[in-house]
């Protein structure tokens, strides 16, 4: 029997026994670095010369694996793999299908320590996020299993004398998955499993940055029974494989989360219909955010400032759901703004693979460039009330940056910066705050701090985001509880790790038979 579902609790690291358990785990990873890493087709492992390499956000000399990478021959290899394995993988019962889910969740289970580390060294993620990054990967295998078997045994329709119909659901044939590099256990797992539970298999491009933890998933899906074909692991160079994967005339679905920008570039490429192909192509896209905690005139103050801080510089915000906007009532903008530079001011900031603190550095280069511009633009565009200093001779390091004074059509109000960086605006009145939290062309998350139950109720319906927080910060949805994703530029809304993700992946079918 299937158990309830239940999200796999974090770990407390403020318990001796669990930080030592954590140190061995990273101990075990760093003993481990810089080994190399093939492509997975058809379960073969094929080792090629050129190769990405993953390095460690926090030390930048440190090479953490050396990925082999794809070319548009592997592309075809791989589809023509899957195109194999979706004629016995889309008829094997999907309770089988759901128990390789199952045995995947109780295998990362037994090691989550260990992919928790991978993600410290491959993703530079502070202990306690690459801890929800793991759970939340152990949820969603835990939670598409189980929606699995709910939906096998598709819906109820009316009957007629001498007449029984049946709706079921099938799946549609290979597709690819592309995440992004800052969930990246847990979105690889989530965006990669769902497809293939309904019945689809998959080539899996990870992010360039974030290719080694990617990999170590597709490990245990392999020991977890998963037959070969199934999944199929193409990294490589977005410019050299990233359009042909989605122009490919045989890949049915692209399972997308990333940036606006290639997102956008996704679906518009995904609408063109290529030469043998007889299908239409479906693009889940979940993009970015530019997410707003509204904090009220009758609010618990003290909440507010905690809520903004932790969702802005948690992970450094580089979160899609990272609050980057702090739009405040004028009457307590300045005590909110003052109890937030305080919080900031103990936020310990250092390398997560030697202890456990609150921020880290950011991921890559790129990332760091693009942040340390838009300090340069905010220096401008309001006031540096703390942070903005940037250094990248060991790792990508940025502290907490907080602008206050800020317009809301200004840049950094407006563009997603996926950085520790925070910009503080007032309003005169709720009407006033809601209008500036959905000047932005992203309704992804957000947030409001308020006592005051109807402007609770105005914001529920007048505040126009995916994932909506009353009394709490914006960030850290939960699978099965908090089902995520966003409007407008945000996405298509597809709410991963919820009741209807799986739907994206599967065709309708019905049958009529007469007596
Ligand atoms: N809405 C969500 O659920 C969600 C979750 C996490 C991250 N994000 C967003 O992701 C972004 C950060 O991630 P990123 O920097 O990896 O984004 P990105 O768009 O640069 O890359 C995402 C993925 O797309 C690949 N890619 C790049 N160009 C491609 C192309 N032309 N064709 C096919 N694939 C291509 C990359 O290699 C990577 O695997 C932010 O905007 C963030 O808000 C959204
Ligand atoms: N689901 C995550 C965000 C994912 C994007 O980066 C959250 O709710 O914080």
């Not at 299908?97 to 491959?122: G, P, Q, T």
């Not at 929800?132 to 329709?157: C, H, N, P, V």
């Not at 899996?204 to 974030?210: C, D, F, G, M, Q």
């Amino acid at each position: 029997m299937v158990l309830p579902f239940k999200h796999e609790p974090f770990t407390d690291f403020d318990n001796q026994k669990n930080k030592e358990e954590f140190e061995s785990a990273l101990k075990l990873v760093e003993s481990e670095l810089g080994k190399d890493y093939p492509l997975v087709i058809n379960g073969e492992r094929i080792y090629t010369e050129d190769k990405l390499v993953s390095i460690n956000p926090n030390d930048k000399d440190q090479v953490v694996g050396k990925v082999s990478k794809a070319t548009k021959e592997h592309v075809d290899q791989a589809m023509d793999a899957a195109l194999e394995a979706f004629t016995t993988w889309r008829k094997m019962p999907a309770a089988a299908r759901a128990d390789v889910l199952f045995r995947a969740a109780a295998i990362v289970r037994r090691r989550k320590h260990e992919f928790s580390a991978w993600l410290v060294y491959d993703a530079g993620k502070p202990w306690n996020q690459a801890d929800g990054d793991t759970a939340e990967g152990i949820d969603f295998l835990e939670y598409y299993g189980r929606q699995m078997l709910e939906l096998a045994s598709g819906k109820k329709l009316a009957d007629r004398a001498n007449e029984h119909n049946a709706y079921f659901y099938q799946p549609m044939g290979p597709g690819v998955v592309i995440p992004p590099w800052n969930f990246a256990f847990a979105i690889v797992c989530g965006t990669a499993v769902a497809p293939i539970v309904a019945g689809n298999p998959v080539l899996l491009k990870p992010s360039e940055h974030t290719p080694v933890i990617a990999y170590k998933l597709v490990e245990v899906l392999e020991e977890a029974g998963l037959p070969r074909g199934v999944l199929n692991f193409v990294p490589g160079d977005p410019a050299e494989i990233g359009d042909y994967l989605v122009d490919h005339k045989d890949t049915h679905f692209i399972n997308f989360t990333g940036s606006r920008n290639t997102g956008l570039r996704i679906i518009e490429r995904a609408a063109i219909v290529q030469e043998g192909q007889k299908h239409i192509k479906r693009v889940i896209a979940e993009l970015g955010g530019k997410d707003t905690i509204i904090v009220d005139k009758e609010a618990d103050l003290d909440l507010a400032a905690d809520s903004i801080v932790n969702s802005a510089f948690g992970f450094s915000g580089q979160k899609c759901s990272a609050c980057s906007r702090a739009v405040i009532h004028k009457d307590v903008y300045d005590e909110v703004l003052a109890k937030s530079i305080e919080l900031t001011k103990k936020l310990t900031i250092g390398n997560p693979t030697n202890e456990n603190v609150y921020m880290a550095a950011v991921s890559n280069q790129q990332q760091f460039n693009k942040i340390k511009n838009y300090i340069e633009i905010g220096k401008d565009e309001g006031e540096l009330v703390y942070g903005g200093e940037v250094d990248d001779s060991k790792g990508y390091f940025i502290t907490p940056t907080i602008f206050s004074n800020v317009d809301p059509d200004a840049r950094i109000m407006q563009e997603e910066i996926f950085g520790p960086v925070v910009a503080f605006a007032k309003g005169n009145d709720f009407d006033e705050l809601i209008e500036i939290a959905n000047n932005t062309e992203y309704g992804l998350t957000g947030a409001v701090i308020s006592n005051n139950r109807e402007h609770l109720e105005k914001a529920r319906y007048d505040f126009h985001v995916g994932n909506l927080y009353f009394n709490r910060g914006c960030t850290a949805a939960i699978v099965g509880y908090q089902p995520f994703g966003g409007f407008k530029m945000s996405g298509t809304d597809s709410k991963a790790g919820g009741p209807d993700y799986l739907q994206y992946f599967l065709e309708a079918k019905v049958v009529t038979e007469m007596y």
